[in-house]
């Protein structure tokens, strides 16, 4: 009786053990797949030519545009936005901002340069030809970033790890809003944008940093890494500030890079993967 009573027990705890077990390995497994494929690629950018900045630019947004560079600068008292030949790096025109405001990022809209303010919900619209002020708009909350797509769709950062899509009509309202994702969690400090060509991503660096995410719009997963770390240190002095510019150069399918009191502009291949993770 005792031998048969302690082997029906044995029986049902070995069942109970093999059933946790094999529920444990599903677990297990899951989570290895979710890591493989959720595994962000980390790419070490090639530096193709060098441009000289001005080192007393503190960049907030760049645009490539017409072989030009458009560069909106920060600061109070200091904020601008210019066009900067790309043979010599001189500066060709400048309008400088009221010290009232903090120039954030810059886009193209309707054949306008469009530029938002970080913390005076305002934005600003510029004549492409003469950087003329020819009108204004308002929004909710912080400019960072802003880019534009071929297709017409205007995306802007706020710091937050959301980027979100602005009414082309109006650019005060929001129309949609899309989380980002680095190995399934959110990514904070999302700062300056560059939406370079139809092919779903966004670029984005982030604050603080020296490395830019290639992101997939539709569904707010980081693809790419793109480290610069080792291009500042090369490149850079001390007194240079974090990455702060990416503006992409359609014809030679190649970025313009450069950051906060950079000393150059730098020409780079961003190798992106064909199929952006979904």
């Known amino acids: 009786m005792v031998v048969r009573g302690g082997g029906h027990k044995s029986v049902l705890f070995l069942f109970f053990i093999l059933l946790f077990s094999s529920f444990s390995g599903l677990v297990s497994s899951d989570s290895s797949t979710d890591s493989e494929v959720n595994n962000v690629e980390i790419i070490f950018p090639e530096v193709i030519d060098t441009l000289p900045h001005d080192s007393l630019a503190f960049t907030q947004g760049l645009l490539f545009l017409d072989g030009k560079l458009y560069e909106s600068t920060g600061l109070y008292g200091e904020s601008s936005l210019r066009v900067v030949n790309t043979t010599t790096g001189e500066i060709e025109k400048i309008a400088n901002l009221s010290e009232t405001y903090f120039a954030e990022g810059i886009s193209v809209s309707n054949g306008n340069i469009i530029q938002l303010t970080w913390r005076e919900n305002i934005g600003f619209i510029y004549n492409i030809s003469t950087l003329e002020q020819i009108d204004s708009f308002s929004f909710d909350g912080e400019g960072w970033g802003l880019c534009s797509t071929p297709n017409g769709e205007i995306w802007y950062s706020d710091g937050s790890y959301q980027i979100s899509k602005l009414n082309p009509n109006n650019l005060s309202s929001v129309i949609y809003s899309q989380t980002v994702y680095y ?73 313009w890079i450069t950051g906060k009191n950079w000393s150059n502009y730098y020409l780079c291949l961003l190798y992106t993967s064909p199929s952006p993770r979904d």
């Open 183 to 255: 190995n399934n969690s959110p990514i904070n400090r999302l700062n300056e944008l560059e939406c370079p060509f139809d092919s779903g991503l966004i670029y984005a660096n982030v604050w603080l940093e020296d490395r830019i995410l290639a992101i997939n719009s539709s569904s707010g997963n980081v693809c790419s890494e793109y480290d610069f770390s080792h291009i500042r240190v090369q490149y850079e002095n001390n007194n240079s500030k974090e990455l702060n510019g990416i503006a992409y150069d359609e014809e030679s399918s190649l970025f």
